[in-house]
């Protein structure tokens, strides 16, 4: 006999906002950091900003004028993500 499945919304949203949540992205976000220093030349500032929306998230931002040029070129920033066990897609509306 199948049961009848229905999504708590109210607590994931619960869960979403968490503490236990906003460590685990702050986390990550650390670790793509280390991961994108690791890809570049030494003494290029790498910044982590935290911040927070309907729940914890983060930015990892390459300080640096040739940033942009290193991620189209050889997709550092992707790479650090894919490295840190995070799949980058896409946004789409």
Do not use: C, H
């Not at 199948?2 to 685990?24: I, K, M, N, P, S």
């Not at 929306?53 to 390459?62: C, L, N, P, Q």
Request: aromatic letters at 6%; proline letters at 1%; glycine letters at 10%.
């Amino acid at each position: 006999m199948l049961e009848r499945f229905q999504l708590d919304t109210a607590g994931v949203r619960e869960l979403l906002r968490g503490q236990d949540v906003r460590t685990l992205i702050d986390g990550k976000a650390d670790e793509v950091s280390a991961n994108v220093k690791a890809l570049l030349p030494s003494g290029v500032s790498v910044e982590v900003r935290k911040y927070t929306t309907d729940r914890g998230a983060a930015t990892v931002v390459i300080a640096d004028v040739r940033g942009m040029a290193w991620q189209a070129r050889d997709g550092v920033l992707t790479r650090a993500a894919g490295f840190a066990g995070l799949e980058v897609r896409t946004w789409r509306r």
